[in-house]
């Protein structure tokens, strides 16, 4: 057995054998019990009757005028029995001892002994150093209050599921980067001899599911190093010097294997600019950061140590974390473009049984701004539809029914609503369909629904083409107008509004103001930057100096937006009121079958009214992006 563990064992064996030590003492301290029932009245019987041949009488120490009665009878049997008074007892027992013969005996109470009156301090003294012999034993031998300095990382080493580079896809330049650090550690010979300083960090930088923990992963799979993994979160503890005594534990476990790779995932939890936000800075997280510093400054060329790190808020890391020497490179991992979501959705289908219809390509073609995690997530879902389908393999229509639950939410087919709120629905999505149909530079309509899904009463889905790398101003004014195009329609045709266009109108105030005060799209205030990124007083500089333009600019600005919301949703009038036989179309069309596909719309247009459409069908003729218009 382990010292480790036979000594525990020996501590708890003791502990549990004082305790049996002391119930025993206690239990022989304690009065015997007759098992025989005996009550006082029935003392009372037997001397009437002179059954009795003797009694002895032990007053109580703590209560007065009661007493104890050892009552020895003819048939030689033995009764102890409770006196409630002895001063009453005591001449009623006398006339009849007087008038039976039999002897009455007062004793004192029995005097414990130095052993019984030393015993209960002794095992009070004996438990509490068996206690702190405890505390001592864990603290000194590596216990669990040891180990809150220790560091979480673990280390894998030739694990069974090895991540290489063959299983990353859509990330090629990302790994051609890499591949130098990965040469660098299965011969870091001939960079040493040259005089190259290998990059001693790289930090990954992109949005959220983009793959840049995978990567850092799939770099230590390719060089068959080990690697220390372990989240930024991990070094933070609610014991000040605890989180630096975990950095100081981590780099001496990575400098005893030479060729190595410490994996810190989510870095801005420790790394976040210090003394930033309204608060200060935090004692225990600025320690903790400043011991990061100088672990990582304080690498020999040859110790072949490289830190990889992953987050996606660069903006809000220490400046000191990002110079040359410590993170020597920033490695921006984007979003794939429709090759490289092909690639993804290639790998992401190994293991699943795919039916001979379903096209990754065209998968791929129609989910423009899609990470990895959105393409695995996409494919598990329509894994899982088909199964509940009792299908045997996954087709096209369960890929189409994960893309509106991906994007949109689960279909509530059975909610109950009025013929009124369905008919307003049905306007409402009419209203943006005509709009996605009838200008130039949005994506047409694929599919409009007034089925309850998710948060919305209906949705409206466009049918995405390319992958956009610019936005134009034309695109962000034509999409503000169709987003008020539910709005316009219920104006015209209700009379009234409701409260189902809030989202599009928040949508569309946020496009607004990003044209005026982001993009410099506006003619009144030019092509300028107004505020910065960075105005999150918790994690930015100083709150104070966020706004850098003064109030009569902050009024052109509102005006601005102002102006830019209501131009889209007069021009949104102006369509919804030229094609106003095709909204009542559509939507009675839309109260009939409840789902209505975009070439259906496309139908109930004037011959000639709308521009032929040139682009690819994806999926099968459906699409999805982010700019789903809900009710």
Known sequence: MNNKYLRTFSVWAVVFLVILFALAAVRLMS?????????????????????????????DEEVSNVGTAVVKMNDETVHSVVIPSVDVFMPYAQEASEEFGFTIDTVPPPKAGWLAQLLPSLLILVVSVVIMMFILQQVQGGGRMKSFGKSKARMLVDEKRRVTFSHVAGLEEEKAELSEIVDFLKAPKKYIDIGARIPKGVLLVGPPGTGKTFLARAVAGEAGVPFYSISGSDFVEMYVGVGASRVRDLFDQAKRHPASIVIIDEIDAVGRRRGAGLGGGHDEREQTLNQLLVEMDGFGVNEGV?????????????????????????????????????????????????????????VAQTTAGFSPAD??????????????????????????RAFVKVGIGTEKKSRVITERERRITAYHE?????????????????????????????????????????????????????????????????KDITTGASNDIERATGLARNMVVKYGMSEVLGPIQFGNDNEEVFIGRDFAHARNYGEQVASLIDSEIKRVVEDGYEEALRLIEKYIDVLHKIANLLMEKEKVSGEEIRKLFPEGALEPIEREEGLMGEGLETGILNA
């Not at 006082?40 to 009488?57: C, P, R, S």
């Open 430 to 494: 009419a209203g943006h369909a005509i709009c996605h149909e009838v200008l130039s530079d949005i994506d047409p309509t694929y599919m409009v629904s007034v089925i309850p899904t998710g948060m919305a009463g209906g949705y409206t889905m466009p049918l995405p083409g390319e992958d956009r790398g610019y936005i134009t101003k034309k695109f962000m004014e034509q999409t503000i107008v169709s987003l008020l195009g539910g709005r316009a329609a219920e104006t015209l045709v209700i």
């Open 31 to 59: 009065p015997p019990v007759t098992t025989v029932p005996y009550t006082y009245a029935d003392l009372l019987k037997d001397l009437d009757a002179g059954n009795v041949t003797a009694i002895e009488i032990m007053p």
């Open 375 to 400: 393409l695995e997530n996409l494919m598990n879902e329509a894994a899982l539809l088909a199964a509940r389908d009792n299908k045997t393999r996954i087709d096209m229509e369960s890929i189409r």
């Open 306 to 362: 490289i830190i990889l790190a992953a987050t996606n808020r660069p903006d809000i890391l220490d400046p000191a974390l990002l110079r040359p020497g410590r993170f020597d490179r920033q490695i921006v991992v984007n979003k794939p473009d429709v090759k490289g979501r092909e690639a993804v959705l290639s790998i992401h289908s190994d293991g699943k049984k795919l039916a001979a219809d379903v096209s990754l390509k065209t």
